[in-house]
């Protein structure tokens, strides 16, 4: 595709039910992003990828988030006994280049994963 | 601790007049910034983006300007259109690291007919 696609779109979940949430990012790129984006806030960083490696996950909330890229493409996003704090918008973005010093690097976004824990 | 700020919630602007939004960072390490445009339901896109070796980036309608010694960035929108209206997020990130975006909490630009 030409874009970044996720999906679903929205997700309605019951506090305490495990969600996955999916990214398919542009064909090619090496790094892909997951942001979480409350109402009113900017995107905060949860995880990053460099192909299937997982290289930083110092954003992640807590331990009932993961993700994983185990070919190096598509990505899962899944928390698991999802709570009401964990409604959001969730971003997935990719980028072509590897991170390096001055290079001009620029995320792409997909249109996001709107979760509601009810 | 917000290390990028965008201080005006909202801006509303007249058509064909020039639009400023204004991004404030702490971070020194910061060197790369970059503006994204977000309509609703929509997933934030790139807009222009400037290293911090510049001091000005130039794109058709759009100029962003870093002043590294104030830890201030700027974009300027000239002419506006109505078309402009969106959530404006100001980005920043630092060599050495992910590149993970640390983002502001955006601007509201309206631009009016």
């Known amino acids: 595709g030409a874009g970044v696609s996720q999906s679903p779109r929205y997700k309605v979940a019951k506090r305490g039910q495990d969600v996955a949430l999916r990214c398919d990012p542009i064909s090619g790129h090496v790094s892909l992003f997951w942001y979480q984006q409350a109402l009113g806030q900017g995107p905060e960083f949860l995880t990053y990828f460099q192909n299937e490696a997982q290289l930083d996950k110092s954003g992640l909330p807590s331990d009932r988030f993961f993700a994983e890229r185990p070919e190096g493409s598509v990505s899962t996003l899944k928390i698991q006994r999802t709570q009401q704090e964990d409604s959001a918008v969730y971003l997935c973005?990719?980028?072509?280049?590897?991170?390096?010093?001055?290079?001009?690097?620029?995320?792409?976004f997909g249109p996001g994963t709107r979760l509601l824990v009810l | 601790d917000q290390q990028v700020k965008q201080n005006s919630p909202s801006l509303s602007v007249q058509e064909g007049r020039i639009s400023i939004l204004n991004c404030d960072y702490t971070?020194?390490?910061?060197?790369?910034f970059l503006w994204y445009k977000k309509y609703p339901a929509e997933g934030p896109t790139f807009l222009i983006s400037i290293s911090s070796i510049k001091d000005k980036n130039e794109d058709g309608r759009f100029t962003v300007f870093l002043n590294k010694s104030a830890k201030h960035l700027s974009l300027h929108i000239v002419p506006s259109q109505p078309g402009d209206s969106a959530v404006y997020f100001c980005?920043?990130?630092?060599?050495?690291?992910?590149?993970?975006?640390?983002f502001g909490s955006g601007t509201q630009l309206t631009v009016l007919p």
């Open positions: 980005a920043a990130s630092t060599s050495g690291s992910a590149r993970q975006l640390t």
């Open positions: 973005a990719s980028s072509l280049v590897f991170p390096s010093g001055l290079a001009l690097e620029t995320q792409y």
């Open positions: 971070n020194s390490m910061f060197d790369y």
